[in-house]
Protein backbone atom coordinates (compact mmCIF):
# COMPACT_ATOMS: atom_id res chain seq x y z
CA UNK A 1 0.00 0.00 0.00
CA UNK A 2 0.93 3.76 -1.11
CA UNK A 3 0.18 6.02 1.59
CA UNK A 4 -2.21 3.71 3.32
CA UNK A 5 -4.50 3.45 0.26
CA UNK A 6 -5.50 0.10 -1.49
CA UNK A 7 -4.55 -0.38 -4.88
CA UNK A 8 -7.87 0.59 -6.08
CA UNK A 9 -7.73 3.87 -4.34
CA UNK A 10 -4.79 4.86 -5.96
CA UNK A 11 -6.04 3.52 -9.34
CA UNK A 12 -8.81 6.18 -8.96
CA UNK A 13 -6.47 9.38 -7.76
CA UNK A 14 -4.73 8.78 -11.06
CA UNK A 15 -8.17 8.65 -12.77
CA UNK A 16 -9.06 11.61 -10.82
CA UNK A 17 -5.59 13.42 -11.76
CA UNK A 18 -5.72 11.97 -15.61
CA UNK A 19 -8.97 13.59 -16.39
CA UNK A 20 -8.73 16.57 -14.70
CA UNK A 21 -5.64 17.50 -16.86
CA UNK A 22 -7.53 16.57 -19.92
CA UNK A 23 -10.37 18.96 -18.96
CA UNK A 24 -7.52 21.66 -18.44
CA UNK A 25 -6.13 20.81 -22.30
CA UNK A 26 -9.55 19.41 -24.03
CA UNK A 27 -8.73 21.98 -26.64
CA UNK A 28 -6.47 19.84 -27.82
CA UNK A 29 -7.47 16.67 -26.52
CA UNK A 30 -10.99 16.87 -28.77
CA UNK A 31 -12.85 15.32 -26.13
CA UNK A 32 -16.05 17.26 -24.74
CA UNK A 33 -15.34 18.27 -20.72
CA UNK A 34 -18.47 16.62 -19.82
CA UNK A 35 -17.48 13.30 -21.16
CA UNK A 36 -14.65 13.66 -19.93
CA UNK A 37 -15.94 14.22 -16.32
CA UNK A 38 -18.49 11.86 -16.86
CA UNK A 39 -16.40 9.24 -17.37
CA UNK A 40 -13.97 10.29 -13.92
CA UNK A 41 -17.13 10.54 -11.34
CA UNK A 42 -18.22 7.01 -12.99
CA UNK A 43 -14.94 5.15 -12.82
CA UNK A 44 -13.77 6.62 -9.25
CA UNK A 45 -17.45 5.56 -7.69
CA UNK A 46 -16.91 1.98 -9.52
CA UNK A 47 -13.66 1.47 -7.72
CA UNK A 48 -14.80 2.91 -4.52
CA UNK A 49 -17.84 0.44 -4.05
CA UNK A 50 -15.65 -2.46 -5.16
CA UNK A 51 -13.06 -1.52 -2.70
CA UNK A 52 -12.12 -4.37 -0.20
CA UNK A 53 -11.63 -1.56 2.92
CA UNK A 54 -14.60 0.00 2.21
CA UNK A 55 -17.99 -1.61 3.27
CA UNK A 56 -20.23 -1.73 -0.23
CA UNK A 57 -23.66 -0.56 1.63
CA UNK A 58 -21.48 1.99 3.82
CA UNK A 59 -19.71 3.51 0.52
CA UNK A 60 -23.60 3.00 -1.39
CA UNK A 61 -25.57 5.08 1.64
CA UNK A 62 -22.89 7.90 1.17
CA UNK A 63 -23.52 7.98 -2.69
CA UNK A 64 -27.33 8.42 -1.40
CA UNK A 65 -26.03 11.34 0.83
CA UNK A 66 -24.30 13.12 -1.96
CA UNK A 67 -26.90 12.81 -4.00
CA UNK A 68 -29.51 14.79 -1.82
CA UNK A 69 -27.14 17.65 -1.83
CA UNK A 70 -25.60 17.11 -5.58
CA UNK A 71 -29.35 16.88 -6.80
CA UNK A 72 -30.11 20.08 -5.37
CA UNK A 73 -26.89 21.90 -6.98
CA UNK A 74 -27.73 20.61 -10.61
CA UNK A 75 -31.66 20.68 -10.59
CA UNK A 76 -31.00 24.52 -9.64
CA UNK A 77 -28.32 25.06 -12.39
CA UNK A 78 -31.23 23.47 -14.85
CA UNK A 79 -33.58 25.55 -13.96
CA UNK A 80 -31.45 28.99 -13.93
CA UNK A 81 -30.19 28.09 -17.41
CA UNK A 82 -33.54 27.18 -18.71
CA UNK A 83 -34.54 30.71 -17.76
CA UNK A 84 -31.97 32.20 -19.06
CA UNK A 85 -32.44 30.55 -22.26
CA UNK A 86 -35.60 31.69 -22.34
CA UNK A 87 -35.38 35.10 -21.85
CA UNK A 88 -32.61 34.89 -24.32
CA UNK A 89 -34.56 33.11 -27.35
CA UNK A 90 -37.34 36.50 -26.70
CA UNK A 91 -34.04 38.02 -27.70
CA UNK A 92 -33.62 39.70 -24.15
CA UNK A 93 -29.70 40.41 -24.51
CA UNK A 94 -30.51 42.28 -27.74
CA UNK A 95 -32.67 44.26 -25.99
CA UNK A 96 -29.92 45.55 -23.10
CA UNK A 97 -27.85 45.99 -26.34
CA UNK A 98 -29.67 48.46 -27.60
CA UNK A 99 -29.53 50.42 -24.62
CA UNK A 100 -25.43 51.40 -25.31
CA UNK A 101 -25.69 53.75 -28.18
CA UNK A 102 -21.66 55.00 -27.27
CA UNK A 103 -19.44 55.42 -29.76
CA UNK A 104 -16.19 55.48 -27.48
CA UNK A 105 -14.78 51.96 -26.96
CA UNK A 106 -13.86 53.00 -23.71
CA UNK A 107 -17.14 54.07 -22.43
CA UNK A 108 -18.59 50.78 -24.15
CA UNK A 109 -16.11 48.44 -22.72
CA UNK A 110 -17.18 50.27 -19.02
CA UNK A 111 -20.82 49.69 -19.15
CA UNK A 112 -20.63 46.26 -20.64
CA UNK A 113 -18.43 45.28 -18.35
CA UNK A 114 -20.40 46.65 -15.35
CA UNK A 115 -24.01 44.53 -17.41
CA UNK A 116 -21.91 41.91 -16.79
CA UNK A 117 -20.66 41.72 -13.34
CA UNK A 118 -24.49 42.59 -12.43
CA UNK A 119 -25.89 39.58 -14.71
CA UNK A 120 -23.29 37.25 -13.48
CA UNK A 121 -24.50 38.04 -9.85
CA UNK A 122 -27.80 36.97 -11.28
CA UNK A 123 -26.98 33.86 -13.04
CA UNK A 124 -23.96 32.11 -13.45
CA UNK A 125 -20.93 33.55 -15.10
CA UNK A 126 -20.40 30.76 -17.77
CA UNK A 127 -23.90 31.72 -19.29
CA UNK A 128 -23.58 35.51 -18.76
CA UNK A 129 -19.93 35.43 -20.32
CA UNK A 130 -21.31 33.34 -23.48
CA UNK A 131 -24.30 35.98 -23.77
CA UNK A 132 -21.88 38.97 -23.50
CA UNK A 133 -19.68 38.10 -25.70
CA UNK A 134 -22.29 37.18 -28.78
CA UNK A 135 -23.48 41.26 -27.81
CA UNK A 136 -20.06 42.45 -28.21
CA UNK A 137 -19.12 40.23 -31.25
CA UNK A 138 -21.99 42.69 -32.77
CA UNK A 139 -20.46 45.99 -32.15
CA UNK A 140 -16.67 45.12 -32.02
CA UNK A 141 -15.08 44.37 -35.46
CA UNK A 142 -11.25 44.25 -35.26
CA UNK A 143 -10.08 41.06 -33.63
CA UNK A 144 -7.04 42.22 -31.04
CA UNK A 145 -10.12 43.99 -30.05
CA UNK A 146 -12.10 41.44 -29.30
CA UNK A 147 -9.73 39.93 -27.38
CA UNK A 148 -9.48 42.86 -25.26
CA UNK A 149 -13.30 43.50 -24.75
CA UNK A 150 -13.89 39.82 -23.97
CA UNK A 151 -10.84 39.64 -21.59
CA UNK A 152 -13.00 42.67 -19.84
CA UNK A 153 -16.12 40.52 -20.06
CA UNK A 154 -14.40 37.31 -18.53
CA UNK A 155 -13.06 39.03 -15.53
CA UNK A 156 -16.49 41.04 -14.84
CA UNK A 157 -18.27 37.66 -14.94
CA UNK A 158 -16.12 36.37 -12.94
CA UNK A 159 -15.84 38.62 -10.25
CA UNK A 160 -19.85 39.29 -10.23
CA UNK A 161 -20.37 35.71 -9.83
CA UNK A 162 -18.68 35.07 -6.56
CA UNK A 163 -20.32 38.08 -4.34
CA UNK A 164 -24.57 36.09 -4.24
CA UNK A 165 -25.37 32.95 -3.74
CA UNK A 166 -27.17 32.32 -7.23
CA UNK A 167 -24.06 33.90 -9.17
CA UNK A 168 -21.77 30.59 -9.66
CA UNK A 169 -21.99 27.03 -9.54
CA UNK A 170 -19.64 27.50 -6.51
CA UNK A 171 -21.35 30.04 -4.78
CA UNK A 172 -24.35 27.50 -5.73
CA UNK A 173 -22.71 24.04 -3.96
CA UNK A 174 -21.92 25.94 -0.56
CA UNK A 175 -25.45 27.44 -0.64
CA UNK A 176 -26.94 24.33 -0.85
CA UNK A 177 -24.75 22.74 1.25
CA UNK A 178 -25.27 25.19 4.36
CA UNK A 179 -21.89 26.93 4.62
CA UNK A 180 -23.02 29.91 3.30
CA UNK A 181 -26.24 32.41 3.77
CA UNK A 182 -27.21 35.18 1.01
CA UNK A 183 -27.25 37.87 3.12
CA UNK A 184 -23.99 37.61 4.57
CA UNK A 185 -22.10 36.35 1.91
CA UNK A 186 -23.86 39.39 -0.17
CA UNK A 187 -22.58 42.18 3.04
CA UNK A 188 -18.51 40.50 2.98
CA UNK A 189 -18.16 40.12 -0.38
CA UNK A 190 -19.25 42.68 -2.53
CA UNK A 191 -16.92 45.01 -1.77
CA UNK A 192 -14.16 42.71 -2.61
CA UNK A 193 -15.62 41.56 -5.67
CA UNK A 194 -16.15 45.05 -7.27
CA UNK A 195 -12.40 45.85 -6.37
CA UNK A 196 -11.08 42.53 -8.13
CA UNK A 197 -13.23 43.45 -11.24
CA UNK A 198 -12.05 47.29 -11.39
CA UNK A 199 -8.82 47.01 -10.89
CA UNK A 200 -7.98 45.17 -14.04
CA UNK A 201 -10.49 47.08 -15.60
CA UNK A 202 -8.56 50.35 -15.44
CA UNK A 203 -5.88 48.73 -17.27
CA UNK A 204 -7.90 47.09 -20.40
CA UNK A 205 -9.44 50.51 -20.64
CA UNK A 206 -6.26 52.31 -21.54
CA UNK A 207 -5.88 49.58 -24.04
CA UNK A 208 -8.50 50.19 -26.23
CA UNK A 209 -9.06 53.40 -28.36
CA UNK A 210 -11.11 54.87 -31.17
CA UNK A 211 -14.74 54.15 -31.84
CA UNK A 212 -17.12 51.32 -32.26
CA UNK A 213 -19.91 51.58 -35.27
CA UNK A 214 -23.42 50.57 -34.28
CA UNK A 215 -24.30 47.48 -35.53
CA UNK A 216 -27.22 47.52 -37.71
CA UNK A 217 -29.28 44.62 -35.76
CA UNK A 218 -28.85 46.75 -32.57
CA UNK A 219 -29.94 49.52 -34.25
CA UNK A 220 -33.03 48.22 -36.03
CA UNK A 221 -34.18 45.54 -32.81
CA UNK A 222 -37.53 46.25 -31.91
CA UNK A 223 -37.03 45.09 -27.68
CA UNK A 224 -40.29 45.31 -26.25
CA UNK A 225 -40.96 41.75 -25.79
CA UNK A 226 -37.07 40.64 -25.24
CA UNK A 227 -36.71 43.42 -22.31
CA UNK A 228 -39.82 42.30 -21.15
CA UNK A 229 -38.95 39.19 -20.90
CA UNK A 230 -35.25 39.63 -19.91
CA UNK A 231 -36.55 41.87 -16.83
CA UNK A 232 -39.14 38.96 -15.57
CA UNK A 233 -36.25 36.58 -15.74
CA UNK A 234 -33.83 38.64 -13.72
CA UNK A 235 -36.42 39.69 -11.07
CA UNK A 236 -37.49 36.47 -10.67
CA UNK A 237 -33.65 34.89 -10.29
CA UNK A 238 -33.67 38.11 -7.25
CA UNK A 239 -36.39 36.89 -5.88
CA UNK A 240 -35.10 32.90 -5.25
CA UNK A 241 -32.74 33.99 -2.50
CA UNK A 242 -35.14 36.30 -0.88
CA UNK A 243 -37.66 33.55 -0.60
CA UNK A 244 -34.78 30.96 0.73
CA UNK A 245 -34.05 33.72 3.38
CA UNK A 246 -37.20 34.64 4.33
CA UNK A 247 -38.98 31.31 4.15
CA UNK A 248 -36.14 28.42 3.86
CA UNK A 249 -37.30 26.56 1.06
CA UNK A 250 -34.81 24.84 -0.64
CA UNK A 251 -33.24 26.84 -3.69
CA UNK A 252 -33.52 24.56 -6.67
CA UNK A 253 -37.51 24.38 -5.19
CA UNK A 254 -37.73 28.18 -5.48
CA UNK A 255 -35.99 28.57 -8.86
CA UNK A 256 -38.42 25.77 -10.78
CA UNK A 257 -41.39 27.57 -9.06
CA UNK A 258 -39.28 31.03 -10.70
CA UNK A 259 -39.15 28.99 -14.25
CA UNK A 260 -42.81 27.82 -14.13
CA UNK A 261 -43.81 31.85 -14.20
CA UNK A 262 -41.44 32.99 -16.79
CA UNK A 263 -42.61 29.86 -18.85
CA UNK A 264 -46.66 30.93 -17.90
CA UNK A 265 -45.81 34.32 -18.94
CA UNK A 266 -44.30 33.83 -22.33
CA UNK A 267 -47.00 31.21 -23.29
CA UNK A 268 -49.75 33.23 -22.59
CA UNK A 269 -48.37 36.93 -22.88
CA UNK A 270 -46.94 36.79 -26.59
CA UNK A 271 -48.77 33.72 -27.80
CA UNK A 272 -50.09 35.12 -30.95
CA UNK A 273 -46.64 36.18 -32.29
CA UNK A 274 -45.41 32.39 -31.14
CA UNK A 275 -47.70 30.65 -33.73
CA UNK A 276 -45.64 32.33 -36.11
CA UNK A 277 -42.49 32.07 -34.37
CA UNK A 278 -39.94 29.49 -32.73
CA UNK A 279 -40.57 31.56 -29.82
CA UNK A 280 -42.89 28.92 -27.85
CA UNK A 281 -41.13 27.79 -24.52
CA UNK A 282 -40.77 24.12 -25.85
CA UNK A 283 -38.40 25.30 -28.73
CA UNK A 284 -36.71 27.62 -26.44
CA UNK A 285 -35.71 24.77 -24.37
CA UNK A 286 -34.30 22.77 -26.96
CA UNK A 287 -31.50 25.43 -27.22
CA UNK A 288 -30.77 24.99 -23.38
CA UNK A 289 -26.84 23.41 -22.69
CA UNK A 290 -28.06 20.43 -20.78
CA UNK A 291 -23.65 20.43 -20.89
CA UNK A 292 -23.59 22.36 -18.23
CA UNK A 293 -25.79 20.67 -15.39
CA UNK A 294 -24.32 17.20 -16.12
CA UNK A 295 -21.00 18.38 -15.89
CA UNK A 296 -21.62 20.12 -12.68
CA UNK A 297 -22.94 16.53 -11.85
CA UNK A 298 -20.12 14.80 -12.60
CA UNK A 299 -17.53 17.19 -11.02
CA UNK A 300 -19.16 16.90 -7.58
CA UNK A 301 -19.08 13.52 -7.65
CA UNK A 302 -16.06 12.75 -8.57
CA UNK A 303 -14.78 15.05 -5.68
CA UNK A 304 -17.07 13.41 -3.63
CA UNK A 305 -15.86 10.25 -4.01
CA UNK A 306 -12.16 11.09 -3.08
CA UNK A 307 -13.64 12.68 0.11
CA UNK A 308 -16.10 9.16 0.64
CA UNK A 309 -12.63 7.38 0.23
CA UNK A 310 -10.15 9.48 2.62
CA UNK A 311 -8.07 10.94 -0.07
CA UNK A 312 -9.16 14.69 0.89
CA UNK A 313 -8.81 13.83 4.70
CA UNK A 314 -5.37 13.28 3.89
CA UNK A 315 -4.42 15.82 2.00
CA UNK A 316 -5.67 18.23 4.45
CA UNK A 317 -3.57 16.72 7.18
CA UNK A 318 -0.75 16.92 4.70
CA UNK A 319 -1.19 20.41 3.83
CA UNK A 320 -2.11 21.57 7.25
CA UNK A 321 1.67 22.36 8.73
CA UNK A 322 2.13 24.88 5.80
CA UNK A 323 -1.32 26.74 4.69
CA UNK A 324 -2.23 27.33 8.43
CA UNK A 325 -3.74 30.44 8.51
CA UNK A 326 -6.57 32.26 5.93
CA UNK A 327 -4.55 34.25 3.77
CA UNK A 328 -2.33 31.14 2.28
CA UNK A 329 -5.35 29.09 2.40
CA UNK A 330 -7.27 32.25 0.16
CA UNK A 331 -3.60 32.05 -1.91
CA UNK A 332 -3.34 28.29 -2.25
CA UNK A 333 -7.71 28.26 -3.35
CA UNK A 334 -6.65 30.77 -5.96
CA UNK A 335 -3.54 29.12 -7.07
CA UNK A 336 -5.30 25.87 -7.66
CA UNK A 337 -8.10 28.00 -9.55
CA UNK A 338 -5.70 29.49 -11.91
CA UNK A 339 -5.91 25.76 -13.52
CA UNK A 340 -8.68 23.73 -12.06
CA UNK A 341 -12.41 24.61 -12.05
CA UNK A 342 -13.25 26.38 -9.09
CA UNK A 343 -15.80 24.02 -8.91
CA UNK A 344 -13.75 20.83 -7.76
CA UNK A 345 -11.42 23.35 -5.95
CA UNK A 346 -14.27 24.64 -3.63
CA UNK A 347 -16.09 20.98 -3.38
CA UNK A 348 -12.87 19.76 -2.37
CA UNK A 349 -11.87 22.44 0.71
CA UNK A 350 -15.66 21.86 1.95
CA UNK A 351 -14.47 18.24 2.13
CA UNK A 352 -10.73 19.21 4.28
CA UNK A 353 -12.45 21.67 6.93
CA UNK A 354 -15.26 20.44 9.41
CA UNK A 355 -18.96 22.50 9.35
CA UNK A 356 -18.17 22.03 13.66
CA UNK A 357 -14.93 23.71 13.28
CA UNK A 358 -15.95 26.22 9.95
CA UNK A 359 -19.87 27.11 11.02
CA UNK A 360 -21.84 28.60 8.47
CA UNK A 361 -20.81 32.16 7.50
CA UNK A 362 -17.21 31.69 8.62
CA UNK A 363 -14.62 33.66 7.29
CA UNK A 364 -12.95 31.13 5.64
CA UNK A 365 -15.96 30.35 3.17
CA UNK A 366 -16.36 33.63 1.69
CA UNK A 367 -12.69 34.00 1.23
CA UNK A 368 -12.72 30.25 -0.81
CA UNK A 369 -15.55 31.55 -2.88
CA UNK A 370 -13.94 35.16 -3.59
CA UNK A 371 -10.82 33.26 -4.29
CA UNK A 372 -11.79 30.31 -6.12
CA UNK A 373 -14.12 32.56 -8.24
CA UNK A 374 -11.38 35.57 -8.87
CA UNK A 375 -8.46 32.94 -9.11
CA UNK A 376 -10.01 31.15 -12.46
CA UNK A 377 -9.78 33.92 -14.22
CA UNK A 378 -5.81 34.56 -13.92
CA UNK A 379 -4.98 31.89 -17.05
CA UNK A 380 -8.02 31.58 -18.60
CA UNK A 381 -8.37 28.20 -18.53
CA UNK A 382 -9.15 27.50 -15.11
CA UNK A 383 -13.16 27.99 -15.60
CA UNK A 384 -15.52 27.15 -18.16
CA UNK A 385 -16.28 30.71 -18.78
CA UNK A 386 -12.28 31.18 -19.41
CA UNK A 387 -12.60 28.34 -21.76
CA UNK A 388 -16.01 29.76 -23.65
CA UNK A 389 -14.00 32.83 -24.03
CA UNK A 390 -11.53 31.60 -25.89
CA UNK A 391 -13.57 29.41 -28.17
CA UNK A 392 -16.16 32.49 -28.76
CA UNK A 393 -13.13 35.08 -30.12
CA UNK A 394 -10.55 32.96 -31.00
CA UNK A 395 -7.93 34.16 -28.75
CA UNK A 396 -4.20 31.61 -28.03
CA UNK A 397 -4.05 31.41 -24.36
CA UNK A 398 -0.83 32.23 -24.51
CA UNK A 399 -1.67 36.04 -25.80
CA UNK A 400 -4.06 36.07 -22.69
CA UNK A 401 -1.09 34.71 -20.16
CA UNK A 402 1.29 37.37 -21.83
CA UNK A 403 -1.51 40.51 -21.80
CA UNK A 404 -4.34 39.63 -19.09
CA UNK A 405 -3.05 37.29 -16.48
CA UNK A 406 -1.00 40.22 -14.93
CA UNK A 407 -3.90 42.24 -14.34
CA UNK A 408 -6.34 39.29 -13.54
CA UNK A 409 -3.40 38.21 -10.95
CA UNK A 410 -3.50 41.85 -9.88
CA UNK A 411 -7.23 42.36 -9.23
CA UNK A 412 -7.20 39.11 -7.81
CA UNK A 413 -4.62 40.27 -4.72
CA UNK A 414 -6.65 43.27 -4.85
CA UNK A 415 -9.89 41.37 -4.22
CA UNK A 416 -7.69 39.49 -1.35
CA UNK A 417 -6.46 42.51 0.10
CA UNK A 418 -9.79 44.26 0.33
CA UNK A 419 -11.84 41.11 1.85
CA UNK A 420 -8.64 40.34 3.90
CA UNK A 421 -8.96 44.19 5.90
CA UNK A 422 -13.24 44.41 6.24
CA UNK A 423 -13.14 41.02 8.15
CA UNK A 424 -9.65 42.31 10.16
CA UNK A 425 -8.05 39.17 9.35
CA UNK A 426 -3.64 39.21 9.54
Not at 32 to 56: E, N
Not at 79 to 84: F, K, N, R
Request: net charge positive.
Amino acid sequence: MILGFEPQILLMILIFTVGYIALVFDQYFRIPRTIVSLWVAILCWFLLLSSKRHDYDQMLFALTMHMVIISQVSFFQLGATSILGIANSHRGFSAVARYFPTHKKKLLMLKWSIITFLLSSVFNNVLSTILMLRVMKGRIQLKEDRWIFGAAILLAAHSGGSWTPIGDITTNVLWVGGQLSSWAMIQALWLPALVSFLVPLVFLMRAVKGEAPIDEFVETNDSTRGAGAFILAVTLMIFVPVVKWFAGFPPFLCVLFALSIVWLVCEKLWYREMEKTDLRIGASLTSVDLAVPLYILSILLSVKALDSAGVLTLVANHLSPYVNTLPKIGLAVGCFSTFIDSVPVATAVTGMFSSADFPQDHPLWHMVILCAGTGGSILGIGSVAGLAYIRSVGVHPGWYIRNISWMALLGFLSGLAVFLLTNKIG
